[in-house]
């Protein structure tokens, strides 16, 4: 069974940065796209960014030049580098498969931003 355990959240104040990451188990991860989604209080959960096995990313406009993805095939895991955090940028952040229908959904890492 596929599972994907997501860490590194926290608070940080408006302008700062963060670095959060998923590792994956019980999966071929290398042969997937992967992607971070968020969800903020009272919100649908939304796609923040992608990475196809090849590396070629994709961003939401809302996070686009501010935020970085990246994978470690040799690692099973996913990151996102969330650089000028704004306050609109606090939620639960997840990450799952993209383009290819997600699987489980693991506990999220919390971001917030505030002073």
């Known amino acids: 069974q596929v599972q994907f355990v997501e860490s590194g959240g926290g608070l940080v104040q408006p302008g700062g940065s963060l670095r959060i990451s998923c590792a994956a188990s019980?999966?071929?991860?290398?042969?997937?796209?992967m992607g971070w989604y968020r969800q903020a209080p009272g919100k649908q959960r939304e796609f923040v960014a992608g990475?196809?096995?090849?590396?070629?990313?994709n961003y939401a406009d809302s996070v686009k030049g501010r935020f970085a993805i990246s994978r470690d095939n040799a690692k099973k895991s996913v990151y996102l580098q969330m650089n000028s955090l704004k306050p609109e940028d606090t939620a639960v952040y997840f990450c799952?498969?993209?383009?290819?229908?997600?699987?489980?959904w693991g506990q999220g890492t919390q971001v917030t931003v505030s002073s």
């Open positions: 799952n498969r993209w383009i290819v229908s997600p699987t489980s």
């Open positions: 019980g999966t071929v991860f290398s042969i997937y796209p």
């Open positions: 990475i196809e096995s090849g590396g070629s990313t």
